[in-house]
C-alpha cells in the first residue's frame, strides 16, 4: 500500500488504505485529482472516486465576534456598523496612515508563495489611483517582507507594513478594514476570508479551492455577492478585482448589503460538524 513508484510513501499508504479521505472544501476536493492541484498524489486520490470528500471548516465565532472583541476599539455588528468607521479611524491612527479617500484594504498572511502577497507589491505604486490604502500584518519570505518594507517607506501615506504575527492586531485589521485582500495561488479551505466577512469586511479573492466555496462574486450574482473574486491568481486579475471591490465598496447600498451578507451568515464550525458526524455514521454503518 505504501509503495509509491520505486519508492515508498506514507501518505500514498494512508490514501488507499483510508475508509474516507477528506479535505478541507469541496472545490479543493476537486482540485487535488489533477496534476496541478494532487502534488504527485493525485492519481491516488483519483483512484478513491466517491471516498474523496471536502467538507469546508469553519471558524470560531466566539472568537471571531464583532460584538464583542475585546481587542477593537468599538464593537459592533450587522445591524449596527458605527463601529466599524471607528475602529478604521483608530487603525489608522496606530499604523500611521492619514484619512484619504478609497477604501482601507487590509492583509493579514503568511508572507508565502501560496499566499500570493507578491502578486500585491506591484500593484502598490497604483494606489493613488484605485484609490486606496493597504496595511499588511505578517511574516515569512525574507525577500517578500523586504519589499513590502520598501513599499512602505516610499508611500508612508498609501502603505503599512508590520512585520510578525499579532493576534490582537489581526483582529483590529480585520474589523478596521474595508476590504480583507487574499490572493492565494492555491487555498485548500482559508479561514481569513470568512473572519473578514463577519466583521464586515469585504473579501477579495482568487477563485481557488475554500475561497471559491465562501465568497460570492458581486458582479457575477449582484443578489447573492459577498465578494469579489479574481479569475486567477496574478497581478493583472487581482487589480480587476481590486478595482471592481472599490467600486462596490464606493456604492453605499451595495457595499451595505455585500456586509450584511457576509456578517450574517454562518461561518461556524456547526454546519461542517455536522457533516463530519454524519460521514463517520455513515463510514461506520459500512
Not at 29 to 34: F, H, K, Q, W, Y
Not at 83 to 101: F, N, Q, S, V, W
Not at 234 to 243: E, G, N
Amino acid at each position: 500500500a505504501f509503495e509509491y513508484f520505486v519508492d515508498v510513501n506514507p501518505m500514498a499508504g494512508a490514501i488507499r488504505m483510508a475508509d474516507v479521505v477528506v479535505t478541507v472544501s469541496p472545490t479543493y476536493a476537486r482540485e487535488i485529482v489533477t496534476p496541478e492541484g494532487g502534488f504527485g498524489l493525485d492519481g491516488f486520490l483519483l483512484d478513491r472516486g466517491d471516498r474523496l470528500v471536502g467538507i469546508r471548516n469553519g471558524i470560531d465565532d466566539t472568537v471571531w465576534d464583532p460584538t464583542t472583541d475585546p481587542y477593537v476599539p468599538a464593537n459592533f455588528g450587522p445591524g449596527d456598523t458605527a463601529g466599524k468607521d471607528a475602529d478604521r479611524a483608530a487603525l489608522r491612527d496606530e499604523l500611521g496612515l492619514p484619512d484619504l479617500p478609497g477604501p482601507l484594504a487590509v492583509v493579514v498572511t503568511r508572507l508565502a508563495d501560496q499566499k500570493g502577497v507578491d502578486l500585491i507589491v506591484p500593484l502598490l505604486p497604483l494606489l493613488d489611483r484605485l484609490p486606496g490604502q493597504v496595511a499588511v500584518l505578517g511574516d515569512g519570505d525574507a525577500q517578500l517582507a523586504a519589499a513590502l518594507t520598501a513599499a512602505a517607506a516610499a508611500q508612508p501615506d498609501r502603505v503599512a507594513f508590520r512585520r510578525g504575527y499579532d493576534e490582537a492586531l489581526a483582529h483590529r485589521l480585520t474589523a478596521g478594514g474595508d476590504l480583507f485582500l487574499m490572493p492565494s495561488r492555491f487555498e485548500p479551505c482559508g479561514l481569513a476570508q470568512m473572519q473578514a466577512m463577519r466583521y464586515g469586511t469585504l473579501p477579495v479573492v482568487t477563485d481557488v479551492g475554500g475561497l471559491h466555496d465562501t465568497v460570492v462574486d458581486v458582479d457575477r450574482e449582484p443578489g447573492r455577492g459577498t465578494g469579489v473574486t479574481a479569475a486567477r491568481p496574478t497581478s493583472l486579475d487581482l487589480l480587476d478585482a481590486w478595482h471592481r471591490a472599490t467600486r462596490a465598496h464606493a456604492n453605499k447600498p451595495r457595499r451595505d448589503a455585500m456586509r450584511r451578507r457576509g456578517m450574517t451568515a454562518d461561518w461556524s464550525w456547526r454546519g461542517p460538524a455536522d457533516a463530519h458526524i454524519e460521514l463517520y455514521r455513515r463510514i461506520a454503518g459500512r
